[in-house]
């Protein structure tokens, strides 16, 4: 695996990794996002119909918390997820949790890690972690870390050994790595954590970086109690810390804001789950992420995509549902304002839902709980993210990063 950087603007890292995967031959553009799946499928979506999306990820996300209560099966098997799971030809990366659940806290020791499954919770032991990436034969995979440090108020004491506890469950993880048959041509990546105190995101960074690991996984950011500017200073001065030619990847950031404001903090690789949120939420991605071709231009060009929907002011509120999970860059197609709305879900979305259906049917699927709703919302959420990433290279190639980010953030502005 090699990172080759062409540029970077405003902090934003553009580049390609390259030699992916055992045979060396995926790649996978940055900044990027894996692709997101539970139990190594991608919600709503069949392989068949997951594939008439365009430009999705090489690098396809698992979680062990998904996949920990089928060890035994997958053990027997033999041949790990990729095969077992029928998945196309990707390149597989393994994370200890899945971002879009919320695990209970509490249950971290200087041993062990849980996860929690269907069947509840599930205690880890080094040897039974790497047990179970053996069983899964990753092309990359995150160590074990104790990352329960991303709740406000928790103790610096309590933040140090976390620091601590991490970076002796790596060494554990790199001793079983190199035994294991199975790992050996997979590639570990070492977890940052260190909460929100400098000192210790600083030490923890420092000591991962020291260690033979394939790249760095950032861990504890996902808190909606962490204010969005102590995040990035905290993520800019760690990556400081960290080798220029190793990828960094941020678990449990999804929101356009937020993926920009981490990649300006030199932030690679992000998570996917965003999408998934807002299609179980019943909602659709409809924030603008095009810019102007040419500056002059500007003032002179066409509508944008949501004023052409008419949209800009039921972007920027939560449509009077109440849902405080919802977003500013979505729009709530179960309110009876879309009943009679016979428009594509976004004007000039290429995605299969917006060629094919209108706001009225999605919203008829939503309210008589047909599961084609979610098939048709989750198609567009993905294939709009995936384009929201694609614009986000083009605007750091071009140098227009700073009216990209404006255009995107207009959407997520409240009244």
């Given at each position: 695996?090699?990172?080759?950087?062409?540029?970077?603007?405003?902090?934003?890292?553009?580049?390609?990794?390259?030699?992916?995967?055992?045979?060396?031959?995926?790649?996978?553009?940055?900044?990027?996002?894996?692709?997101?799946?539970?139990?190594?499928?991608?919600?709503?979506?069949?392989?068949?119909?997951?594939?008439?999306?365009?430009?999705?990820?090489?690098?396809?996300?698992?979680?062990?918390?998904?996949?920990?209560?089928?060890?035994?099966?997958?053990?027997?098997?033999?041949?790990?997820?990729?095969?077992?799971?029928?998945?196309?030809?990707?390149?597989?990366?393994?994370?200890?949790?899945?971002?879009?659940?919320?695990?209970?806290?509490?249950?971290?020791?200087?041993?062990?890690?849980?996860?929690?499954?269907?069947?509840?919770?599930?205690?880890?032991?080094?040897n039974r972690f790497m047990a179970i990436q053996a069983a899964i034969?990753?092309?990359?995979?995150?160590?074990?870390?104790?990352?329960?440090?991303?709740?406000?108020?928790?103790?610096?004491?309590?933040?140090?050994?976390?620091?601590?506890?991490?970076?002796?469950?790596?060494?554990?993880?790199?001793?079983?790595?190199?035994k294991s048959q199975e790992l050996k041509q997979a590639e570990i990546f070492g977890v940052v954590e260190g909460g929100?105190?400098?000192?210790?995101?600083?030490?923890?960074?420092?000591?991962?970086?020291?260690?033979?690991?394939?790249?760095?996984?950032?861990?504890?950011?996902?808190?909606?109690?962490?204010?969005?500017?102590?995040?990035?200073?905290?993520?800019?001065?760690?990556?400081?810390?960290?080798?220029?030619?190793?990828?960094?990847?941020?678990?449990?950031?999804?929101?356009?804001?937020?993926?920009?404001?981490?990649?300006?903090?030199?932030?690679?690789?992000?998570?996917?789950?965003?999408?998934?949120?807002?299609?179980?939420?019943?909602?659709?991605?409809?924030?603008?992420?095009?810019?102007?071709?040419?500056?002059?231009?500007?003032?002179?060009?066409?509508?944008?995509?949501?004023?052409?929907?008419?949209?800009?002011?039921?972007?920027?509120?939560?449509?009077?549902?109440?849902?405080?999970?919802?977003?500013?860059?979505?729009?709530?197609?179960?309110?009876?304002?879309?009943?009679?709305?016979?428009?594509?879900?976004?004007?000039?979305?290429?995605?299969?839902?917006?060629?094919?259906?209108?706001?009225?049917?999605?919203?008829?699927?939503?309210?008589?709980?047909?599961?084609?709703?979610?098939?048709?919302?989750?198609?567009?959420?993905?294939?709009?993210?995936?384009?929201?990433?694609?614009?986000?290279?083009?605007?750091?190639?071009?140098?227009?990063?700073?009216?990209?980010?404006?255009?995107?953030?207009?959407?997520?502005?409240?009244?």
């Open positions: 695996m090699k990172l080759e950087l062409s540029r970077v603007v405003q902090g934003c890292r553009l580049g390609i990794l390259t030699g992916l995967g055992k045979s060396g031959q995926h790649s996978l553009e940055l900044p990027g996002c894996l692709l997101y799946t539970r139990c190594a499928t991608v919600p709503h979506l069949t392989q068949d119909t997951l594939h008439t999306l365009r430009d999705l990820p090489s690098v396809t996300q698992v979680s062990v918390d998904s996949l920990a209560e089928h060890q035994e099966v997958l053990e027997e098997f033999k041949e790990g997820v990729r095969k077992f799971a029928g998945l196309h030809d990707t390149v597989l990366f393994s994370s200890l949790h899945d971002s879009a659940n919320t695990s209970p806290a509490g249950h971290v020791t200087n041993k062990t890690v849980s996860v929690w499954g269907s069947g509840g919770r599930i205690e880890l032991t080094a034969q990753p092309d990359c995979y995150q160590s074990m870390a104790d990352g329960e440090t991303w709740q406000a108020n928790t103790s610096r004491k309590r933040v140090r050994k976390a620091v601590d506890r991490t970076l002796a469950h790596l060494d554990e993880c790199l001793v079983l790595h190199q929100d105190i400098m000192e210790e995101r600083l030490r923890s960074a420092r000591e991962t970086a020291k260690r033979p690991v394939g790249g760095f996984v950032l861990d504890g950011f996902h808190s909606a109690a962490m204010d969005q500017d102590v995040r990035a200073q905290l993520i800019r001065a760690t990556s400081a810390e960290l080798p220029p030619e190793k990828p960094r990847l941020v678990l449990g950031i999804g929101r356009p804001d937020e993926v920009i404001s981490c990649a300006e903090a030199g932030v690679d690789l992000f998570e996917s789950f965003f999408p998934f949120q807002v299609t179980e939420r019943g909602c659709a991605l409809s924030f603008d992420y095009t810019i102007d071709p040419d500056p002059e231009t500007a003032g002179t060009s066409a509508p944008t995509v949501l004023e052409l929907n008419g949209d800009m002011a039921a972007v920027k509120k939560l449509n009077g549902n109440g849902d405080l999970n919802m977003t500013p860059f979505e729009m709530n197609l179960k309110d009876k304002r879309y009943q009679d709305d016979f428009r594509p879900l976004v004007e000039g979305c290429g995605c299969y839902c917006c060629k094919k259906h209108m706001r009225a049917y999605v919203h008829h699927l939503l309210v008589t709980k047909e599961l084609l709703g979610g098939v048709l919302l989750m198609l567009h959420n993905m294939a709009h993210y995936l384009g929201f990433f694609k614009a986000l290279r083009e605007a750091i190639a071009s140098e227009r990063l700073q009216d990209f980010k404006n255009r995107v953030l207009q959407c997520g502005e409240g009244d």
